[in-house]
């Protein structure tokens, strides 16, 4: 099982991950953005052709800048095709390469993240929990231009590394970044 892969390789996170773990033990029904508990997503922090920038979008529902990506669909075979698929769909940047670092480590994701999305009235949606999976990607275009969907995404940066580096949703993850060697 995944979590139970990405916990070995990251002991020191295991109980931050006992709501996840408990939900997947109860068959608790995750894989289903229906679910107004709690599913799980996947995100793809996206690195420059050159890896000095991060593709970040403004994500229109939370208002806040967040690596793209959103939930699972029935269909993903893996969750970083679901990160990837997503990536594609918020930035339609087409020329994304898996990280080698997660080939490496059985397809892991570098970070695992549960966090609360408030409700949203006009979607009909409760407050709920995502369990967000998150892969690195590489774009290799070299070109930064990049259009992005405006139904779902308001706005599109490619931000620094100091910029990620004190972003306090992507700390930690910039973190590992450096330290597992991914840049």
Known sequence: MLLEKYQEKFPDEY????????????????????????HVTASAL??????KTVAFIENKNLSTWLAPGWHWEKGDDAMYNT?????????????LRLHDWHREHSYIPLHIDSHTIPENPRKEEKEHTHHDFLYVFLSEDEDKTVRFNQEEVSGFRWLTHEEIQNHHKYADVW????????L
Do not use: C, P, V
């Open 15 to 38: 109980a931050r991950h006992s709501l996840l773990s408990h939900q997947l033990e109860e068959n608790d029904n995750l894989s289903t953005r229906k679910n107004f508990t709690w």
């Open 46 to 51: 996206i690195l420059s052709h050159d890896q």
């Open 83 to 95: 990160a990837r698929r997503e990536a594609l769909e918020e930035t339609w940047i087409s020329m």
């Open 175 to 182: 973190e590992k970044i450096r330290r597992h060697g991914l």
